[in-house]
């Protein structure tokens, strides 16, 4: 079995490699640097593999799936990793197996906003909304020394509020991520944070409204602008 569903990754490795754009593996490694391999595999192609690998794991059972999650995260490829996200997204058997310690594993090493997005909004956040970790491991996110796990525990909350993504609004859970983080510096924090709250927008936007006026002094600017435009606008950065 072990081994079957190894040669399972190492087929959608080979795959993602087939379909790799050397301009894109360009773009986006400027755009996100990372420490893992980028191969530039665009969307389309890279959830093409991801659904071939549901085919093939269909009627498996969702411990198979979980352990060629983790086995394609083990590959340290970041279009592999996001595989291994798009795969549990659509096998929430699988995905309903995780608790702490498996979330934690499959969130070691995201060293990127594309990882740590896709990580969030696709497994972190919805396992949180279903009560498969508790908040006080959400929010020892916001505490750590690792700016992503930081941003992690920002964008997890998206999964609380956007429709599209299962969420109908958690207000409460939301703010109290966004105030422990609500002084953060650093950049790619303050983006998880703007996130955050523009996705709030969508289900309570008095309560961002009074947030915003309640942390007037400490909020970074960009937070502040993109919210506010979104408050006022329906946009982030409206046409001028």
Not at 47 to 72: M, N, Q, W, Y
Not at 85 to 93: A, I, Q, S
Request: hydrophobic share 40%; aromatic share 4%; with cysteine.
């Amino acid at each position: 079995m072990a081994e079957g569903l190894s040669r399972l990754c190492r087929w959608a490795e080979e795959e993602l490699r087939a379909l790799a754009n050397p301009e894109r593996k360009e773009v986006t490694s400027r755009y996100f640097p990372t420490a893992m391999e980028i191969l530039g595999v665009p969307v389309p192609g890279l959830r093409r593999v991801a659904r071939a690998l549901k085919k093939e794991l269909k009627g498996s059972p969702p411990e198979t799936v979980l352990e060629v999650a983790f086995l394609l995260h083990a590959r340290r490829i970041h279009e592999c990793l996001q595989t291994a996200h798009e795969l549990l997204d659509g096998r929430k058997d699988a995905k309903g197996l995780l608790k702490t310690r498996k979330v934690r594993a499959l969130g070691k090493g995201n060293d990127n906003w594309a990882s740590v997005d896709s990580f969030s909004v696709l497994i972190a956040g919805p396992v949180w909304r279903e009560g498969q970790i508790p908040d006080d491991e959400v929010l020892s996110w916001t505490d750590s020394s690792d700016r992503w796990w930081r941003r992690t525990a920002l964008v997890s909350t998206v999964a609380l509020n956007m429709p599209s993504r299962g969420g109908t609004g958690d207000p409460d859970r939301t703010l109290q991520v966004c105030q422990t983080l609500v002084a953060d510096a650093d950049p790619m924090v303050a983006k998880g944070l703007s996130w955050a709250l523009r996705a709030l927008i969508l289900v309570d936007p008095q309560a961002v409204g009074h947030f915003l006026e309640e942390h007037q002094e400490t909020v970074p600017a960009l937070v502040r602008r993109e919210v506010r435009n979104k408050l006022e606008t329906g946009r982030k950065n409206p046409a001028r």
